[in-house]
């Protein structure tokens, strides 16, 4: 739900997906789990990453939605690891993804929201 620091809510996630990080110009793939999504931003947990991900680290987030295969840019807002986890807030860069992408992405995210309000969970 919207608050001091998010101007959109949050929906829980539970759904693979892949994550590239760019640190210090190259580029890292790991298998994640989306744990919330929102109109602009992505949580994700990773199993442990062998090196710390600074924040503004660019990232590549691949994942698959309504039959659509889709590759999102953004930058790491936050990274916390523990429990040999790495959990990390990406802020979706939606004007660098194709205009299909950011279509669906809006279509999906935005339905998503307003089936939650009428299902009162936000």
Not at 7 to 19: D, I, T
Not at 93 to 106: D, K
Request: hydrophobic residues 45%; positive net charge; aromatic residues 6%.
């Amino acid at each position: 739900m919207p608050n001091a620091i998010r101007k959109y809510p949050r929906l829980p996630a539970n759904a693979p997906a892949e994550v590239d990080i760019i640190v210090r110009n190259r580029k890292h793939t790991f298998k994640a789990v989306m744990s919330a999504v929102s109109c602009e931003g992505i949580g994700l947990s990773l199993a442990a990453v062998p090196f710390p991900v600074p924040r503004s680290s660019t990232v590549s987030v691949r994942f698959l939605l309504a039959g659509e295969h889709m590759n999102l840019p953004g930058r790491v807002a936050w990274s916390k690891s523990s429990d040999g986890r790495l959990d990390m807030g990406v802020h979706l860069r939606l004007e660098m993804a194709g205009s299909g992408q950011r279509q669906t992405y809006a279509r999906w995210i935005v339905g998503a929201i307003n089936d939650a309000r009428r299902a009162n969970q936000l």
